[in-house]
């Protein structure tokens, strides 16, 4: 029988009721022939409560403990989802991480798939059962022990299972129709994408739009699994939603396909470096060791120290999210008391966003940058850092402006026209 992967995120099954509807769903797809396997998120909110339990708990958690701990929503919503589905007459029953098993690394709370090993599923498969139903987010690591993801986890769970499974197709069932050419809270007249490249989706999901998380973007790439998203809440066909597919698949891709933005940034700028071979490593390694997200990063035209011209310095200029500024500025001090770098101050400016443009089409179109600054320039928004990839241009500004930067862009590359 032909496979098809669906997941339920959070909200998806946030009660009794949308249960029943996202099972609805999954029987639907029984019946035009399907044999499913659908991958499940915990209730909306649970794993946010079950983290805090822990965190008032032990402060300093195990993490193993952790695992184990917030894993169990999932579990939950996947024996709920099952028994939904046989009260529908639907053979079905539900499968934790370590019953399939899903293999992975010992990393506790952020493991990553090492395999996804099918024979207990196939065997139920070949009993007779039409639906497994898996909790996502999960898996089980070389010692015996429940590991997590991250968040997003179920995301990554249901491409793997793709992939490890050659589904014809995973659908991403959600609280949106679809994938967007910005974010419709910020501009009214973004527009629903029938399809979109995967590059294009991985830059727009690492640039800030959270419909899917980056990993299970970059798997898909990968492994070449066609995704489609699509809403839980509404009827939907074959036609629904957005597909995240090849580039072969798209006829012929606006130059720009989204914008995203991303508001929790910071611009960190070390003033007065000394300019000499290794500098960069010797300032990005510990960054690096500490966990820092750095993005940007921008280094100024050399020139001699006014103390002492035959030394020369510069300045360097990078961006992570604000959350992440104290952890930075400790390692950067800790690198300085060492001895491995030297600087007069630490410039923090946590009041700016980035802003991007993305498409595939940039490769083959001039003129994206010009056009992109000039809509900025009209609207009087200065441009702090700008940083570039073969189908993205990206912005740093002040923070104030970024909607107004959002719907000048979409408004400037026409995103609301289909063609």
């Known amino acids: 029988m032909p496979l098809l992967v669906m997941k339920f995120g959070g909200t998806s099954v946030a009660d009794l009721t949308r249960i029943k509807n996202a099972a609805q769903k999954v029987k639907r797809e029984i019946e035009r022939g399907y044999d499913v396997i659908v991958i499940v998120s915990a209730m909306s909110g649970k794993t946010n409560e079950l983290v805090g339990w822990v965190e008032e708990t032990s402060p300093l958690f195990d993490a193993r ?28 029953r539900s499968w934790q991480g370590w019953q399939v098993p899903i293999n992975t690394t010992a990393t506790h709370s952020s493991a990553r798939f090492t395999s996804i090993e099918r024979a207990n599923i196939d065997a139920k498969f070949s009993e007779g059962f039409k639906v497994a139903v898996v909790a996502g987010f999960q898996g089980l690591s070389p010692e015996g022990r429940i590991t997590t993801l991250g968040r997003g986890g179920s995301d990554t769970t249901a491409v793997a299972f793709s992939a490890a499974f050659q589904a014809e197709r995973c659908d991403i069932y959600t609280d949106v129709d ?50 489609r998203v699509l809403s839980s809440f509404e009827d939907t066909d074959e036609n629904s939603g957005t597909l995240v597919c090849d580039e072969e698949e798209i006829m012929e891709s606006k130059v720009v396909s989204g914008v995203a933005y991303s508001r929790d940034e910071a611009k960190l700028t070390l003033v007065t470096v000394e300019d000499r071979p290794g500098i960069a490593a010797a300032i990005f390694g510990p960054l690096a060791k500490a966990g820092i997200n750095v993005d940007m990063i921008v280094q100024n035209i050399s020139e001699l120290q006014e103390a002492d011209k035959t030394r020369a310095v510069t300045d360097m200029t990078f961006s ?69 990839s073969e189908i993205k241009i990206s912005v740093l500004i002040d923070r104030k402006y970024m909607e107004l930067a959002v719907q000048a862009l979409h408004d400037a590359f026409e995103l609301d026209k289909v063609s």
């Open 178 to 227: 679809g994938i967007y050419t910005t974010d419709p809270r910020i501009s009214k007249k973004a527009r629903k994408l029938d399809r979109i490249a995967f590059e294009e989706m991985l830059e727009l999901a690492s640039l800030g739009a959270k419909v899917l998380q980056t990993r299970s973007v970059e798997l898909a790439m990968r492994f070449k699994v066609r995704l």
């Open 320 to 388: 992570c999210p604000t959350s992440q500024v104290a952890r930075a500025r400790k390692a950067l001090e800790e690198a300085a008391a060492q001895g491995h770098i030297k600087y007069d101050t630490l410039v923090e400016d946590n009041d700016v966003a980035k802003v991007s443009v993305v498409g595939i089409g940039m490769r083959s179109h001039t003129g994206v940058a010009a056009r992109m600054f000039s809509a900025l320039s009209a609207e009087n928004v200065n441009i702090k850092v700008i940083s570039t």
């Open 65 to 92: 403990e952790y695992d184990a701990i917030v894993s169990s929503g999932e579990n939950v919503t996947a024996g709920l989802m099952a028994l939904t589905l046989q009260e529908m007459d639907v053979p079905a």
